[in-house]
Each structure stands twice: as structure tokens, then as C-alpha cells.
């Protein structure tokens, strides 16, 4: 092997060490790469670490235990076992053991366990078996080098076999007797062959599991359009559905090359103002209310929120808009409801300009593809 070949295994096995929440360092004593705990997007802030709380003697101890990505699972381990935030732990699985980093440990976990809707009786919860041994890192370690080798491999076989499926992911188990190949499809995919070729090829058990575009995006990483990291790869890891009328109440064009992400559904971010557009708006009038005039009527086109404005234009000159204040909106109605009719809109607008159709071509039809 050259040593490029070398590097560059040396860079993907830091990579895959890094998606499970550890980092491989040079320990300047022995000159060998050691394995050690480092921050990522998915760690999470123990708030109740300083907090005195009494232990219960035989009280079941509980850990949240983190795998490759955005995959945890909750576990319970003996009192005599004395576990901290970053250790590695060989735990319980359906058959074998998996090895894992501890992201939480104490009151904390229970707290996670009931905001993840985490319903296992304790009696029943996996367990976990021990801190990881040199043996175990080593079979680990060496189970994390096939990953990228196996995937571009599957890939090869499930094209061969015609599958209309995207294969996205690999994860082996921490003993090197599974692994989970994560996929995307539009619709069901019978993978039977496949599985029956997969085991054949690994000589290992195979389990597939389906995942979403948003959570394809949030694996493969990438950057956005406002040339940031993509927030489903930095910091998002609970997804929230991303409907048309996010957009329709911001006032955005429905145009889906702006609106879509890279994973071809709406932006995560579109939610993030949304609840200050819904607030903002409660002081607006209704924009279905026609506006009359002596010199006729008008009806509303758009709203700037934050400098309380509304545009209208009349009903035969719809080209040119006209900017109105809610306040002189709420006015004009309270003297249509009166019988009067102000002389015309003109004295109201405090600026004009010429109404484009931003539009482009696009509709609520082409939005609502992409909603969640």
C-alpha cells in the first residue's frame, strides 16, 4: 500500500470515528493513534449534572449510549459499574453486542427517554455489559474500515438486480456480525435477493432500514444556499414537517428552486420565523376586505410584516401597487362600514411601485410536492 493509500484510509477511518462521536489523537508517549471523546452537533448539555440528588440504593442506573450519526438508544447498567459521559461500552443487542459511546448518564436520561416517547419497561431495556475492552476498540475499528468498501460494493449488486432504491449508509455492529444498510425509495422495494447476495458476499446478518430525504441530507452533509453547513448535518436532530402554508403566511414566492433544500423537500429554516410572521400578523387587517374609493376600489396584493405595510392596487390597475400602513388600512374600513368613501387610495400610499409577478410559472401545486 503507497502511502497516499494509507492516508487516505487513515482519513475515512477518522471520519467514520468522528460520526460516532470520537476522534482518534496521537498519543505522544507511545506514538499510537488513541481513541477519545469529541464534540459534535448531536452531544447533548447534562443541565442536572450539578444538581444534589440523593441516590437510591437498587435504584435501576440508566445511559443514553450514541452509535454512528444521529442513532442512540437507551440502556441500564449495574451501580458497581462506574461509567462517565464518553466512555466506550460494549451493550446489548438482538444478538451479539454492539459497541457505543455514553452521551448522558443519571436523571437526565429519564427526562430524554419521556421527550423521545421512549416506552420500554426498565425490566426490559437492553443492558450494558461492560466499558469496552482493547479487544473490543480493535474488532470495532476494524468493522468501521469495511463500511465504505461495502456500501460502494452494495450499491453495484442492487444496481445489477434492478432495484429502484438509493442506498445511503452503512453501519456495522460493534462484533463485526451486522450491519445496517440505510436506503431511500420512493415506494416498497423487495430486497429479499438482495439480502440473500449481501450475506453471501459480507458473511454477515443484514438489516435494511428505510429512511427519509431529510434524514438522507442529514447524513451526507453538504453546504446550503446561504453557504452555511446544511443544518440537518450541524445541529438539527429532531425533524419538524415543513408545510406550503410556512411559506404562503412569510409572503414567499412559491418557487421550488428557492424554497427546496437539497433534499428536495422545503427548507428547514422556513420554520424558524414563522411563529414571529403568525404574531406579526395578528395586528394586520383582513386582506380579503376590498377597499372603496371614489375613484374605485382597491384590493390587497402583499404585506411587509415587520414595517406594518400593506400593498394595494386598484381593481383595474392591478400593475401598480401601493404601500398603505395598517393603521390608515383599519381607517379606510371603519369608513367603508360607515357608507363614506375616502377621494381615492393615492392619499393613503406612502410610496408606489410598478407589481411584478415573481411567480415565475410556479404554483401551490408545485409547493405542496415538497411538503412533509
Given at each position: 500500500m503507497t502511502d497516499n493509500q494509507h492516508k487516505n484510509e487513515e482519513a475515512i477511518l477518522d471520519e467514520q470515528v468522528f460520526n460516532?462521536?470520537?476522534?482518534?489523537?496521537?498519543d505522544y508517549t507511545s506514538g499510537q493513534k488513541v481513541l477519545c471523546c469529541s464534540r459534535c452537533k448531536l452531544n447533548q448539555f447534562d443541565w442536572l449534572k450539578d444538581y444534589e440528588n440523593q441516590e437510591v440504593k437498587g435504584k435501576i442506573c440508566l445511559a443514553e449510549?450514541?452509535?454512528?450519526?444521529?442513532?442512540?438508544?437507551?440502556?441500564?447498567?449495574?451501580?458497581?459499574?462506574?461509567?462517565e459521559v464518553g466512555d466506550m461500552v460494549a451493550v446489548e443487542a438482538a444478538i451479539g453486542h454492539d459497541i457505543g459511546m455514553v452521551t448522558l448518564l443519571g436523571e437526565i436520561v429519564e427526562r430524554q427517554m419521556k421527550r423521545k416517547r421512549f416506552r420500554t419497561p426498565r425490566e426490559e431495556m437492553k443492558k450494558i455489559y461492560r466499558r469496552a475492552r482493547v479487544n473490543d476498540v480493535e474488532k470495532w475499528l476494524a468493522a468501521i474500515k469495511l463500511e465504505q468498501s461495502t456500501l460502494a460494493r452494495t450499491r453495484t449488486i442492487a444496481e445489477n438486480l434492478g432495484l429502484e432504491m438509493k442506498l445511503n449508509d452503512v453501519e456495522y455492529q460493534g462484533d463485526k456480525t451486522k450491519a445496517i444498510f440505510y436506503y431511500t425509495a420512493d415506494g416498497r422495494v423487495d430486497?429479499?435477493?438482495l439480502i440473500k447476495k449481501l450475506a453471501e458476499e459480507f458473511h454477515i446478518r443484514i438489516e435494511m432500514r428505510q429512511i427519509g430525504v431529510r434524514q438522507e441530507s442529514a447524513k451526507l452533509g453538504g453546504l446550503g444556499s446561504c453557504?452555511?453547513?446544511?443544518?440537518?448535518?450541524?445541529?438539527?436532530?429532531?425533524?419538524?414537517?415543513?408545510?406550503?402554508?410556512?411559506?404562503?403566511?412569510?409572503?414567499?414566492s412559491p418557487n421550488p428552486q428557492k424554497l427546496a433544500g437539497q433534499c428536495g423537500k422545503l427548507k428547514c429554516c422556513l420554520n424558524y420565523e414563522y411563529e414571529a410572521y403568525v404574531d406579526a400578523l395578528k395586528a394586520f387587517s383582513d386582506p380579503t376586505i376590498v377597499l372603496h374609493f371614489k375613484s374605485g376600489d382597491a384590493v390587497h396584493q402583499k404585506n411587509d410584516v415587520f414595517k406594518g405595510i400593506m400593498w394595494y392596487s386598484y381593481t383595474e390597475d392591478k400593475g401598480n401597487i401601493m404601500a398603505i400602513p395598517v393603521d390608515k388600512v383599519k381607517e379606510i374600513?371603519?369608513?367603508?362600514?360607515?357608507?363614506?368613501?375616502?377621494?381615492?387610495?393615492?392619499?393613503?400610499?406612502?410610496t408606489m411601485e410598478a407589481h411584478t409577478n415573481t411567480n415565475e410559472g410556479y404554483g401551490e401545486a408545485d409547493l405542496k410536492k415538497m411538503s412533509d
Amino acid at each position: 500500500m503507497t502511502d497516499n493509500q494509507h492516508k487516505n484510509e487513515e482519513a475515512i477511518l477518522d471520519e467514520q470515528v468522528f460520526n460516532r462521536g470520537g476522534k482518534l489523537t496521537k498519543d505522544y508517549t507511545s506514538g499510537q493513534k488513541v481513541l477519545c471523546c469529541s464534540r459534535c452537533k448531536l452531544n447533548q448539555f447534562d443541565w442536572l449534572k450539578d444538581y444534589e440528588n440523593q441516590e437510591v440504593k437498587g435504584k435501576i442506573c440508566l445511559a443514553e449510549v450514541r452509535f454512528k450519526n444521529d442513532r442512540k438508544d437507551y440502556f441500564t447498567y449495574p451501580e458497581d459499574l462506574e461509567l462517565e459521559v464518553g466512555d466506550m461500552v460494549a451493550v446489548e443487542a438482538a444478538i451479539g453486542h454492539d459497541i457505543g459511546m455514553v452521551t448522558l448518564l443519571g436523571e437526565i436520561v429519564e427526562r430524554q427517554m419521556k421527550r423521545k416517547r421512549f416506552r420500554t419497561p426498565r425490566e426490559e431495556m437492553k443492558k450494558i455489559y461492560r466499558r469496552a475492552r482493547v479487544n473490543d476498540v480493535e474488532k470495532w475499528l476494524a468493522a468501521i474500515k469495511l463500511e465504505q468498501s461495502t456500501l460502494a460494493r452494495t450499491r453495484t449488486i442492487a444496481e445489477n438486480l434492478g432495484l429502484e432504491m438509493k442506498l445511503n449508509d452503512v453501519e456495522y455492529q460493534g462484533d463485526k456480525t451486522k450491519a445496517i444498510f440505510y436506503y431511500t425509495a420512493d415506494g416498497r422495494v423487495d430486497f429479499r435477493e438482495l439480502i440473500k447476495k449481501l450475506a453471501e458476499e459480507f458473511h454477515i446478518r443484514i438489516e435494511m432500514r428505510q429512511i427519509g430525504v431529510r434524514q438522507e441530507s442529514a447524513k451526507l452533509g453538504g453546504l446550503g444556499s446561504c453557504g452555511r453547513e446544511l443544518c440537518c448535518a450541524s445541529w438539527i436532530s429532531n425533524f419538524q414537517s415543513v408545510t406550503t402554508g410556512v411559506a404562503r403566511v412569510q409572503q414567499l414566492s412559491p418557487n421550488p428552486q428557492k424554497l427546496a433544500g437539497q433534499c428536495g423537500k422545503l427548507k428547514c429554516c422556513l420554520n424558524y420565523e414563522y411563529e414571529a410572521y403568525v404574531d406579526a400578523l395578528k395586528a394586520f387587517s383582513d386582506p380579503t376586505i376590498v377597499l372603496h374609493f371614489k375613484s374605485g376600489d382597491a384590493v390587497h396584493q402583499k404585506n411587509d410584516v415587520f414595517k406594518g405595510i400593506m400593498w394595494y392596487s386598484y381593481t383595474e390597475d392591478k400593475g401598480n401597487i401601493m404601500a398603505i400602513p395598517v393603521d390608515k388600512v383599519k381607517e379606510i374600513i371603519a369608513l367603508n362600514k360607515k357608507g363614506q368613501k375616502p377621494e381615492k387610495l393615492e392619499d393613503y400610499a406612502v410610496t408606489m411601485e410598478a407589481h411584478t409577478n415573481t411567480n415565475e410559472g410556479y404554483g401551490e401545486a408545485d409547493l405542496k410536492k415538497m411538503s412533509d
